[in-house]
C-alpha cells in the first residue's frame, strides 16, 4: 500500500447523516471503508473512488466532489469538456442543439466532446500494443479507478498498463492548443469537465505522473442534467436556440 497516500479522494463521507448501516462497507472491492463509532470511515491509502460506496448508501451520506459552478467565469474561454453519455441520460425529446443551447446560456463559451480524442489516442494505442507485443495481459489505462486500484491492490500488474493518455486528456489539450493558436494566452482558458464519475475526478485533482491536468475543474452531471431538462421544459431551445461554437474535432494529424 506503500506510495498510495498521497491520492485525492473525490467521494467525501458526511458524518452528520451515515447511520452506520455497513452497505458501503460490504459493498467495496478495496477495503476501505471502516465503521467507527456508529459511522463510516475511509481508509485512504485503499479507496481507489470507484463509486460502489455512494451507490450503496441508503441515506445519501457519501456525495461526489465538484467545483463550484461560478468558477467558470474566472476565464475567458469557458469550455464544457461534454462525454457523450451526458446526452444519453436525457429523453428523445430534448435534442443535442437544446442541450448544447443551454450550456451556453448557463456561460459557456465553447463545447467539446470527450470522444473526439478518440481519434489520436487509437493509432497510439495500436502503436504501442505493436511495441509491446511480447508483455501480456495488457490492460487500459482509461478507466483511472481500474488504474488505481492495480496500484493498490495489484502493485506487479503496474508495468502491463497501456501508457497511452486517455481522450478526455488529450480532448483537453487539444482544445487549450487550439485557443491559444488563435491568440488566447492559455490562462485565459478554464477547461471544466462535465461527469459523474468519482475515480476521474480524483485523477483530475491529483494526476498520476504529472504536476497538474489540463482539466481546470469538474461539474457534476446530476447539475448540469437537472439545470438543462429545467430549462428545456420551460421552453428553452426551441425558438430560443444559439449558435453553438464547436471547436473543430480531432484528426489524427492535428
Known sequence: MAGTSYFHHALKFRKD?????????????CEAIRIKKGK????ENRCVDCGQCYKACPVG???VEQDDFSRIFEFKNRVALVPTVLIGQFPEEVTQLQMYSVLMELGFTHIFEVEHGVEIVK?????YLDKRSSTKPLISSYCPAIVRLIQVKFPTLTNN???????LDISATYIRKKLMDQGDPDELTGVFYITPCAAKIAAIK????EETSPITGVINMDFIFN???????QGFGGQK??????IQPISAEA
Open 206 to 209: 491529483s494526476p498520476v505522473g
Open 17 to 29: 447523516i451515515c447511520i452506520g448501516c455497513s452497505h458501503c462497507m460490504t459493498v467495496c472491492p
Open 241 to 246: 436556440t444559439c449558435q453553438v461554437p464547436h
Open 161 to 167: 498498463l497501456v501508457l497511452v493518455k486517455p481522450p
Open 227 to 233: 439545470k438543462v431538462y429545467t430549462a428545456v421544459k
Open 123 to 127: 493509432p497510439a494505442t495500436e502503436e
Open 61 to 63: 451520506a457519501i456525495i
Open 40 to 43: 463510516a470511515s475511509l481508509l
